[in-house]
């Protein structure tokens, strides 16, 4: 499989088509810039990285949106498999992954990215209520376990 495959792929899936994909591409999911690139350095893994601009942190309420940032990166809950990280540079959150190359085929690779694309909408909804101050509910507080006598409770989500 090469990148221009998986490319090629993304764009029958979305009707859509891409410029100049020899090892990275960029387009716009929901708005915003959503990157794909194959990333190689020599004598080490190959891997397919996607990441997704989800916007600057709006100043309304941002320890709750922090939070929930946090809570969705829990046990890859709510980041469609990608992880939700703060660029110090500009401030912008971003979604991001991260794929081995050689253990995905073309369908995984365009399966990922849609995956993908589809919790960075999501969280670009998410930023814009607490932007415009929608009523956000209280996340729930997680079930832990329980360590048996003479134990350590880690507070795992029991799943």
Do not use: C
């Amino acid at each position: 499989m090469t990148f221009s495959e998986i490319v090629d792929a993304l764009s029958r899936e979305l009707g859509a088509q891409f410029e100049n994909h020899d090892d990275a591409i960029g387009f716009d999911v929901g708005g915003k810039a959503f990157f794909m690139m194959r990333v190689a350095q020599p004598g080490a893994s190959e891997y397919l990285v996607m990441a997704a601009d989800l916007g600057e942190v709006p100043p309304e309420r941002p320890e709750k949106l922090y939070q929930a940032l946090l809570d969705a990166g829990h046990n890859f809950a709510g980041a469609g498999g990608g992880v939700l990280a703060r660029n110090p540079g500009d401030g912008h959150i971003w979604l991001q992954s991260r794929e081995p190359f050689a253990s995905m085929d073309v369908e995984t690779a365009v399966s990922k990215v849609k995956a993908l694309g589809d919790a960075a909408i999501n969280w670009r909804d998410i930023i814009r209520e607490y932007r415009e101050g929608a009523s956000i509910p209280e996340p729930e507080a997680a079930t832990t376990y329980e360590a048996p006598v003479g134990g350590v409770n880690i507070g795992l989500m029991m799943v």
